[in-house]
């Protein structure tokens, strides 16, 4: 479990693909300090476990299926990524729960300065469009935004200068692919309602409470 909050920016130093996985390997100055094997790195908001410490390059194992549904697979050699440990009982909780459970890659589809702020518009599929709210949290590359405006085929975020200069968003221009994932509260709900959806008391109690119309 992570909270989004991003420790520090690594650099690819290799990824190696074969078959239907890969390794991965990561410079982190910071988070090598303290890492040991086994630990979970949330890797471009991607879950991962370190299989090999050297110096300060960490490696991973990454599954096909993640290399499919994520941006991990388009990484070269001095490609940058974001880095965050996973929680411990210590840790402050100043972003969102994000599992690092990433569940779709997403296109920045246009990128705009407002005043010291920049706004941008990521294109994503219908699964994650509906479980996203106005002011909720999102996980983009593993940095926890807060969702400003839904349309059709796109969500849009504001990124502050303190985040533009220590993520990856800062650099990433239009085109380029992000990581997706949504808040796990929203999803808990949805199954919820789609599982009790005939349950004429619960649909009651929600409509009273203003969260369906």
Known sequence: MFTG???ELGEIRSLHKSGNSAKLSVNAEALSSDAVLGD?????????????????????????ETLQNTNLGSL??????????????????GGHFVTGHTEAAGKIASKKEVGNAVNIEIEAPKNILKMLVPKGSVAVDGI????????PDRFSIVIIPHTAKLTTIGFKTIGDTVNIETDILAKYVAKLINKDIEDSSLISSLKNSGFLQ
């Not at 070269?76 to 909780?93: A, Q, W, Y």
């Not at 926890?144 to 839904?150: A, F, G, K, P, Q």
């Open 5 to 7: 909050l991003i420790i």
């Open 40 to 64: 979970s790195i949330s890797v471009n908001g991607v879950c991962l476990t370190i299989v090999d410490i050297k110096s300060k390059i960490l490696t991973f194992d990454v599954s096909y």
């Open 76 to 93: 070269r050699t001095g490609s940058r990524v974001n880095l965050e440990p996973s929680l411990t009982p210590s840790s402050k909780l």
């Open 144 to 151: 926890s935004l807060t969702v400003v405006d839904i349309f």
